[in-house]
């Protein structure tokens, strides 16, 4: 027996030790060919071309823009850019979430409880504890805190109780904006509303049309809403019942509401452009120094004509001006002094002009009937509704674009259509082809103002459609 120590065994067998060596290696190398830096400056650049926040509309010359591009362009760095978001906020929100169930934790007087299906007033109460009875009181005790039994799926309610385990307040997001907020007084409960102000800014959305125009716009990321704003603004020269053919395009500058950095809503069109068979339209928003406003076209004349050239959003032609049609009900030739516009039952006519209702009732074979007088000159007329608007009747006055009835098939009528037709010193004419005058153009006095804000307007839809094309090509 000696009295040598013996020797420990090695930690790591030879071979695991060369292998170490060889992934160290293999990572200094990668070091060389793809430094940090280089990575690093990649993922900027594409998140300054992807991510660009809009400035908002006080300072639209200081920031970047944001770009929402039709889906159908199909760039593969939107799917990267989602994922990269989704990751980051996912980081973001653990942290907060484990600091509130700490925050619950150490406070036993606050309650929070999310609607769900089945879900009532007095169930989630019970949830927390509180009996029936605080339920009637609180509703009894405001006529608007009755908005508290207006439950959504998957809305948050919090509770916070008093030291004696009664309900202090109880307040609830019911939407974006919109919290409510009920706090025991000494005389019962107080309500209050808090409306807060999203930060608007400037968006851009661009679109081909391949089969319809909402079908496009939707997919450029337009709301059904601004489509329609979209084709109001364009649709004196635009008819977008009939105009609209495949492979149209057009681009949108549109205001963004955005709230914690989610968009929440929009706003007015600021700028639009449209080219329809190869011819280009463009339109611009601009508010005059006397608060009115209106939209121009790039060089400052009005966009707003007389008439309107379409009484009915998005309608198909079913029979035209004629003098020798023959009529599907009566079987007989007989002028057709009109243009028949056909859509489901209920879509809104609008009033081609501002004018005096002459008469707002039954009419022969016209069924319900409206007649608008446009001063001494012009007339038009709108057949076979359903029903007219609240507060159409003979010998109120009317707006342009104003809703003046429902389609319907009322009178002759073989089915839910709107029968249109226009009058030029007591004559019936085609209202497709009467030329109709336009409004007063810019100001000389405000022209170079005009200028100063329409320019920057029609410069931006220029740079985010090539910037858009440009990153398409890549």
Known sequence: MTNETPKAPPLYPKSHLLAASGIAALLSLALLVFPS????????????????PAEQLKDESNAAPLVQAEADQGSPFAQIEGAEANTEQAS?????????????AKDPAHREVTVASGD??????AKVGLPANVVHDLLASNKQAKQFSQLKHGQVL?????????????????SNLETIRLTKTAKGYTFDREISKPVVRA????GVIKSSLSASAQRAGLSHSMTMDMAKVLGYDIDFAQDIRQGDEFDVVFEQ???DGKVVGTGNILSARFTNRGKTYTAVRYTNKQGNTSYYTADGNSLRKAFIRTPVDFARISSRFS???KHPILNKIRAHKGVDYAAPRGTPIKAAGDGRIELAGRRGGYGNTVIIAHGNSYKTLYGHMQGFAKGIKTGSSVKQGQIIGYIGTTGLSTGPHLHYEFQVNGVHVDPLSQKVPMADPIAKAERQRFLQQSQPLIARMDQEKATLLAANKR
Do not use: C, I, N
């Not at 830096?37 to 660009?52: F, I, N, P, Y």
């Not at 973001?92 to 619950?104: L, N, V, Y």
């Open 37 to 52: 830096s280089e990575v690093e400056a990649k993922k900027t650049t594409l998140s300054l071309e992807l991510e660009r």
């Open 257 to 259: 509401k955005v709230m």
């Open 323 to 325: 003098a020798g049609r």
């Open 158 to 174: 919090q509770f916070e109780l008093d030291k004696d385990g009664q309900l202090a307040s109880l307040h609830s997001k019911v």
């Open 92 to 104: 973001e929100q653990a942290p907060a979430t484990d600091s509130k169930t700490q925050a619950q």
């Open 203 to 206: 968006a851009y959305a661009h």
């Open 120 to 125: 009532t007033l007095s169930t989630l109460f």
